[in-house]
């Protein structure tokens, strides 16, 4: 089969056959598949490309593979979409102006099959970064028409493909649009926004946000006016606000186009609350009083979207009480909606089992910044206990979670002393063996003299650390109410507690984050409630929570308690039992136990089999560092065979005494728990943590800008060079884990950032060669020779041995085949949002290889004719850390400051005979 009789049988066989003719059917089918594959085959050749009539072959061709999207067999679709994918990823580099050309001709062209579309629309806004600058007005401009066709449409799949592909669309092209034209493709959405198809009116939401998120010229305003203009109708000679007037399909699209945008509105600053001139601040008021009808709304898809909204208004905008008018607007605004959704909860026909669910997470975010709202519906003969009992016991998961939630922030919004003066919080000791004294009750002081001191003593401490506290002066001052009205607090804490055992995952989850949220409050340092009635409960806390750490639990539970306990200061921990302190009293060895559990159960959890519970707890010992409370910096009276240099480095690390004397700790327990022989799991984990823990912490030690300071981390190269090298060159399972193999890599790049004296530079330097070579040969599509060692080039006056014949070593044969399978299947896939390992790979030891040269210096001289053959070769696919590294190169080669080390910079004409081209990449043994 020739390339020609290929592209013929791909344009003109049927693309669907009769069930009577299964025979033909199946030889139809292997011819397609073989042509597919022998179009790419031929394309993707060198030779083909040189002639000139390639850019024809290569129209055709996506033409032809297009059509073949739309094929009855789901195996001929697959395939065609694999050689299309290995087409646009071989071929983008040079020829990206005719792949988006071929791919904008099917869009723009219509009446043509959905999927084939669908798989053009896809592809394009894949590569429409290729576009060159002055060709994109041209395009965006040509591309709207095709836009409103698609919208005119009733395709689900095809307008579900465009609002995906409408966000990098816009990222690219819509900066060449005028304003007037912004509009117009905003208004094509708008008109969707009451289409009866649910799944339509999401994709106009989500495509008018893609327009909103990267319009240089905000369309807010408009859009806001006409979103608004369908909900007033007009009464007497006035407008007045009707939700009820729209049809269901309008109202739903509209709510949930106003849900997007105040999720957007979020996203633009990265935080909770957005500018105060942002336009979302306006419509807050608007939203809650369209809202407020539309839970009353008689259709529960319209109830459902309105509560949705609702909680995403809340998140953003519920602890600003000014984007509300006045504080006083904001709490009746409150009252009147927590109303409605305590009539919604306590439903026990109408309402959907979803829609509760919202409806708690509502009232939670409402008690958390207005408990007086929620307060005021309940009383003594209608207690919170009474109404949350019953959902305690609902069949469904996530309303005892949500439950848990509304009663753990109605918690936090009490403790926070956000309640009026008629409230007295009622917080009893907890019933915990060893949580408490015997004889304690509710405002119990120390049963002797010693643990008065210590108690009064720990509150002086408290007070130094949290400073001046005005709400505490204030309350002391405030005349009590005559008959206060008591909040079980304490109760509620216990409900929660009890749902954080639920044997649902889902419940015992949001319970658990309820939990972190009262923790929060009770260990505040400024907090009114630190104190010895309220210390044991936020110590059983601790507890509960460290308990989901440590056994086997679901592993989104394990996440959500590493988390928490990794926001727990220490400082405040160990007060914390100083308060609870029993008659007998207590030592330093029962202050730091809470600690050494937490420490060792996360790196218990360092050898988990998920993925996600090992980076959970490296993330959570990261953010533990700056938060334990070790007493003195670590020695070597106990600091173990594992940490042998870091007594002399941690004094040089300078993020403050108390970061400076965890950060030796922590990587003495990490290092020691990486030395011994562990499960590939625990290894894993081990290693992700140190790259962490070296990434957070590799800040210069000075502050200022234009001062050289090295690189803190750089004192451990002596520690973990040597261990994870070792193991990475002779462990064959780690060496082609390629997600350990970056992060070891990554690793060793942040030890060697700055560092000022790297004496490990030459085990580093031979793997990134090796690494850099077998990639080099991989890209070329060469096999790797078996390669010797070679004496060193005399620019210096050292002679190091270069490194071994790593050509015939199984380690780098496993490496070497895992890394051609890894390319082989990136090539099936155009997704350019992320890249696939092996470009992951190589760009990492790129990264490190520049960090390297940097640290280095004349050290890497000798070597330079190698690299730059290597970076010759992998330019065009990783430029920017290319054209990086060899800048660095010059600087060492060029640089007398940099070469005045140990040897003097090489001459120009010297270096002239290193950059000359090559026909391929030089290796340690050429």
Sequence with gaps: MDLLKALDVLRSAPLSFSESSSADGEALRKQKISACRFTADQLCATIL???????????????????????????????????????????????????????????????TSGRTQRAALVKFSEICHYIRPGKCRKYMTTMIPAIADIVATGDEALQEALGAAMDRMCATLIFYLKESEVHELVELFVTNLSNPSASMRRSASVSIAAVCRHAPLSPFDRLLATLAAPFYVREQERQVLRPRALGPSLLLGTLNCYMVLFKLSSEVLGSVTTSPRHPMRSQVRFVAAVVAQCLTHEDHNVVGAALELWHQVLGSYGRDPHVWGSPDAAVSTMNDHVAQLLALVGDTHGSRTSIKAVALSCLAQIARHYPASVLQIFSTDNPVDGFVQGLLKHKDPLIRGNTALFVGQLACGCLRRLVPDQYRVELPLPDKPGAQRPDAHPGATPASVESQDVAASSRTALDQLAGPDDTSAEVSDEPESPEPRMLPVGGWLLLVLAVASDEASVAARIAVQALAKCLRCLT?????????????????????????????????????????????????????????????????????????????????????????????????????VPRLSFASLLNRDYAGEAASLLRDAVPKVSHGLRVKVNLSHVLRLVLAEAERSHPQTYIRGCYYALMLIAKDFCKPVSARADEAAANPMSHYLGDIVPLVLDRLNYLPWLATDLDSHIHVLQLIGYLCTGAADNKQWLPILRHLLQMLCLMAHIVQGKPVPALKEKPELSTTNTTVPVGPSYGSEPVFVKLYERLVATRVNAQATTTFEFDDKFSQLRSVCIETMCALVSSAGHNVIPYADELLGYLSVHLDLEAKGSIRCIRELFVVIFDPAVSSGGGAALKQSQFSALVTPSSGPTSLSE
Aim: hydrophobic letters at 45%; one cysteine or more.
């Design 524 to 624: 505040d340092p400024r907090s009114a409630f630190l104190g010895p009635r309220f210390a044991p409960w936020a110590l059983h806390i601790v507890e509960t929570i460290l308990g989901n750490v440590t056994d086997e639990s679901y592993w989104l539970i394990k996440v959500e308690s590493a988390a928490a306990v990794s926001k727990l200061d220490y400082h405040v921990a160990r007060l914390l039992q100083i308060l609870c302190e029993t008659p007998g009293g207590m030592d330093q060895a029962d202050l730091d136990a809470l600690q050494r559990r937490t420490l060792d159960a996360l790196l218990r959890q360092l050898g988990d089999g998920d993925q996600r519970v090992r980076h959970s707890a490296a993330s959570a010992l990261v953010a533990l």
């Design 49 to 111: 490309r040189n002639t000139s009539n390639f850019q024809r072959f290569l129209a055709a061709a996506v033409e032809s593979l297009l059509r073949v999207h739309a094929d009855q067999d789901v195996n001929v679709r697959s395939v065609a979409e694999e050689c299309l994918n290995r087409l646009i990823r071989e071929l983008v580099d040079e020829h990206s102006d005719r792949l988006v050309f071929e791919l904008y001709k099917v869009i723009a062209k219509g009446r």
